[in-house]
């Protein structure tokens, strides 16, 4: 229904559809297809966004069948969707719905999920389009995207959406991307990073570029520094393996915290662009000076209470080795050398079991130059801080002084409260229900690209080298608490203190 | 003390009294909301605002018009807190102004005062307009974006010449219309076979008939017969007594339909030029 040629289709709103297509998912059978993706394509088939053509083909090595596999999906979707439980709907997916038993690194395995499609596409009309959802362990990617490769069709698109983490560090970052670059161009390619479909991430962009009001005091004329905080309570809810490996540098910072610091950082772009906004993102990444010793302090969770329930160390994790030096907490001071933001500081932090699961952007303006009633005002005033809540109670906080009514000049920090939830009851998508329909769309504006993420690794393999040449004394804070000291102190030097909470 | 300054307390202390129970509360309106709802229209009003004020903060105006009961104006003010999950409460407001003689006439000089500075003003005008009356001329000057259901009124399509009248003074957007967009969808998709129709034939409201038939007319640029067979909803039509697949779209509440309307706040070049080609 192109609209240049049809003259009904003006004015009638409607979102672009996406091409029909089958979405291929490899690890079907674990907890993201269950909490996550199949829970998105309900929301997307409640709204009538996904093609009428349309199948989903789950892929993994546990033994079920398709009638067991859509049952289990039927469970996940009342237990984790968002929306009502509507059958009409569920029934319109499930009927689509496919599941194929095999390990895919074998040839007959391969083979199996090749006739399926091809049945798919006989019977739904899918058109010979794949998304690839590789949701399986990093170690598999190579050996799955090859496959891919080979049995690309010759007619329809494919591409292939790719989870996290893309590489352990740079080496094996570029070495993945060549493996993926084989078969895939990088346009065929989706890194998924949820924040980034994340809604508040979104209005980040809105905040700063809709608004004429923000880009003028964006610098560091006017920003004193920056704090981003990704903080969890929970701690690493059995994925011990992993997590020994990875630690949360390679967790959230290299992904979740480097792109949120990228998109606060960067430069308008000159359009919402896939290439305009990453161009852009790409620029602060590789401004970014690398932090020395004195600007990283890595942390270990101790015991502690959560919530008034006790939880136990991160070395008494099952899985976790008892003299573990892998880090849970990690804080940062980092500095973009441009010229939006020479000297102004950002200060990073992620960690597990800290006291609550928060993550904001705080933007953290400098003092007014002279205020005329400071000595009465007292410890009342504080600098204007414009906080991004990401999650929970998605929204924006302004806080600014006040004065206390009365007698007096008393100043009193007061918040302005944008949250989504109050402003616009429309229920505020989940990040993987934009996340899928974009790559259906193969817009890649919200998936980060190959030379971003090599740069945010470049980062974190200079900060893990420097680690290799001394022993923490782990643990360092306790659980449901704020973080090692150390890390206050980071802050403290300059001056400045973490907000508070 | 004036009706102004009695609605301003009331709502005062009412939000004091919400805040009581210790649970933040935020006033977090998009727009103000004006409704024009003469008696008869009131319960009907009433029940779409259920609907809609938790989808849609706002500060919401009941103008009650009661020309020919007494003098002056009688105001009633409520704050509604809406839980939104996070142990937060959202406030709406909600006024209520009965118009008593010739103040029914006059609306503006009470509405003017009530409405949140900065935030666009929509009037949802129930039932059909007195289209010389000083009280429609008033609201468009006072609002930015005028609601109607043309399905509400009698006399179509005269009617829509005298709305139409209005689409230079005030962004007019008709529920009506919004009710069609599934069909229209529908419709759209059988381009390029549809643009040499001739004949539409719908079942349902005549105003849905009649924007339908005014929509291909203005944008097929060519002339298009409607046979119209009343119904509540579209449950039906017909081009060239081809029957067109109903929508995949599910029809959407009345709360629904005025809350889609709006989010939006433009001028809809097509949906005027689609009230001017229905033969009025």
């Known amino acids: ?501 | 003390m004036g009706v102004v300054a009695e609605v301003e307390r009331k709502l005062a202390q009412q939000r004091c009294r919400q805040e009581d129970d210790g649970v933040p509360e935020l006033r977090a309106s998009t727009i103000t909301d004006v409704v024009w709802a003469p008696p008869r229209w009131l319960p009907q009003a009433r029940r779409v605002l259920a609907g809609l004020a938790e989808r849609n903060p706002a500060r919401t105006i009941f103008l009650v018009p009661l020309p020919g009961r007494g003098t002056g104006v009688e105001a009633d003010a409520v704050v509604y807190d809406f839980e939104i999950g996070d142990g937060r409460e959202v406030l709406s407001e909600v006024i209520e102004l009965r118009l008593r003689g010739e103040a029914a006439r006059h609306p503006a000089s009470v509405v003017l005062p009530l409405l949140i500075s900065d935030l666009p003003a929509f009037c949802r005008w129930r039932g059909r307009p007195d289209w010389d009356g000083s009280a429609l001329q008033e609201i468009v000057e006072v609002c930015d974006r005028l609601v109607v259901d043309s399905s509400e009124w009698r006399g179509l399509p005269a009617a829509y010449g005298e709305l139409a009248g209005l689409f230079e003074g005030i962004v007019v957007s008709d529920i009506a219309w919004r009710r069609t967009l599934p069909w229209r969808v529908a419709l759209a998709d059988r381009w390029p076979q549809i643009r040499k129709v001739d004949r539409l034939a719908v079942e349902g409201p005549r105003a849905d008939a009649l924007l339908l038939t005014g929509w291909l007319r203005s944008r097929l640029r060519r002339d298009v017969a409607l046979t119209h067979r009343s119904a509540a909803t579209i449950s039906r039509v017909r081009v060239d007594g081809d029957t067109v697949a109903p929508p995949r779209q599910r029809s959407l509440s009345d709360s629904g339909l005025l809350s889609a309307e709006l989010d939006t706040l433009t001028r809809d070049p097509v949906y005027e030029a689609a009230v001017r080609s229905t033969g009025a």
């Open chain 1, 1 to 501: 229904m192109p609209a240049a040629t049809n003259p009904l289709a003006q004015g009638l709103g409607v979102r672009r559809q996406p091409d029909p297509c089958a979405l291929v998912v490899f690890g079907a059978s674990g907890d993201l297809t269950k909490r996550k993706l199949v829970p998105a394509l309900y929301a997307l088939a409640y709204r009538g966004l996904l093609p009428e053509r349309f199948a989903v083909v789950g892929v993994a090595r546990t033994e079920q069948a398709t009638r067991q596999f859509v049952s289990r999906m039927r469970t996940a979707v009342k237990e984790f969707a968002r929306d009502p439980f509507r059958t009409d709907v569920f029934e319109t997916l499930a009927e689509g719905m496919h599941y194929v038993a095999t390990d895919f690194a074998a040839d007959a395995g391969e083979d199996l999920v090749g006739k399926t499609l091809d049945d798919v596409d006989a019977k739904r009309g899918t058109a010979g389009n794949r998304l690839h959802y590789l949701a399986v362990p990093p170690q598999a990617f190579p050996v799955v995207v090859r496959k891919l490769g080979e049995r690309r069709e010759r007619e329809g698109w494919a591409r292939v959406i790719i989870e996290k983490p893309f590489g352990d560090d740079l080496a094996s970052a570029r070495e993945l991307s060549a493996a993926v670059r084989r078969w895939f161009a990088e346009d065929e390619v989706f890194r998924i990073d949820h924040y980034l479909g994340k809604e508040t991430v979104q209005n980040l962009m809105a905040l700063r570029f809709a608004n004429g009001i923000f880009e003028p005091i964006w610098n560091r004329q006017l920003v004193d520094h920056v704090q981003i905080t990704v903080a969890e309570s929970i701690g690493i809810e059995g994925r011990a393996g992993y997590y020994e490996r990875a630690g949360v540098i390679r967790d959230i910072f290299q992904n979740h915290l480097l792109q949120l610091l990228a998109l606060t950082a960067m430069e308008p772009p000159i359009d919402f662009s896939a290439d305009a906004v990453r161009n852009e993102k790409v620029k602060v990444l590789r401004a970014m000076r690398t932090p020395g010793p004195a600007s990283v302090v890595r942390g270990q969770y101790g015991r502690g209470w959560i919530e008034g329930e006790p939880v136990v160390a991160y070395r008494e994790e099952p899985g976790v080795d008892p003299r573990s030096l892998t880090e849970t907490y990690l804080a940062v001071k980092l500095h973009i050398d441009n010229w939006r933001w020479a000297d102004t500081p950002f200060y990073l932090r992620a960690g597990k079991r800290l006291a609550r699961r928060e993550t904001t952007i705080a933007i953290q303006f400098k003092r007014a130059p002279h205020p005329p009633f400071e000595e009465i005002a007292g410890d009342g005033l504080r600098p204007n801080v414009l906080l991004v809540h990401v999650q929970p109670d998605e929204g924006v906080s302004l806080a600014i002084g006040a004065k206390v009514p009365g007698a007096g000049m008393s100043i009193r920090t007061v918040h302005m409260d944008f949250l989504y939830g109050g402003a616009f009851r429309e229920g505020v998508p989940e990040a993987y229900e934009r996340l899928i329909l974009d790559a259906m769309l193969g817009d890649a504006t919200l998936f980060t690209r190959e030379d971003e993420v090599e740069e945010q690794w470049k980062l974190v393999d200079a900060i893990v080298g420097a680690w290799s040449r001394d022993q923490p004394t782990f643990p360092d804070y306790a659980a449901g608490g704020w973080g090692p000291a150390k890390a206050d102190d980071l802050l403290h030097r300059d001056g400045r203190s973490w907000r508070r909470h």
